[in-house]
């Protein structure tokens, strides 16, 4: 049985860095998902805003990695806990897979970036609160 893991010195967020292939800003925090010791997922948040932040995921690439206690945890930390209305993933155009599984979590299509990296354009993928299937009704509103 797995733990969510909450605070651990920054190694969650060095540890998905190194899987998403970038460094977040410096406002990052993390919520990971671990199992017999080991870190298999973690959820990376980072550009705060009011209304708003970037949301990125990494896992081990093992399979079995998502369970929906880590769903519900990775979701309810911006919508619930830091009240925002919604969540910005940022997804290169070429990383279909990643793509795909963005938009079986519920997240929305919003634009399309061309040259945003040096090889690759970048997808807008936006997710609202009161569209957030992991959370509570009543939070949504």
């Known amino acids: 049985m797995g ?5 651990d010195g920054g190694q969650m967020i060095e540890w998905a860095s190194k899987i998403i292939g970038f460094q977040p800003r410096s406002d990052a925090v993390a919520v990971g998902w671990r199992e017999h010791g080991e870190l298999r997922a973690v959820v990376l948040y980072d550009n705060f805003s009011e209304c708003d932040c970037n ?11 998502l369970n929906r206690k ?12 830091w009240k ?3 969540v910005t993933g940022l997804v290169p155009a070429k990383n279909t897979q990643a793509l795909r599984f963005d938009l079986h979590l519920g ?12 090889d690759d354009d970048i997808i807008v993928l936006g997710m609202l609160r009161s569209e957030c299937r992991y959370i509570p009704e009543r939070y949504r509103v």
């Open 70 to 81: 880590f769903l519900i945890a990775a979701f309810m930390h911006p919508f619930v806990q």
């Open 55 to 65: 949301i990125h995921i990494a896992s081990d690439g093992k399979p079995h990695w």
């Open 84 to 86: 925002l209305r919604r």
């Open 3 to 7: 733990e969510l893991v909450y605070d």
């Open 107 to 118: 997240f929305v299509r919003e634009g399309y970036l061309r040259n945003a990296l040096p």
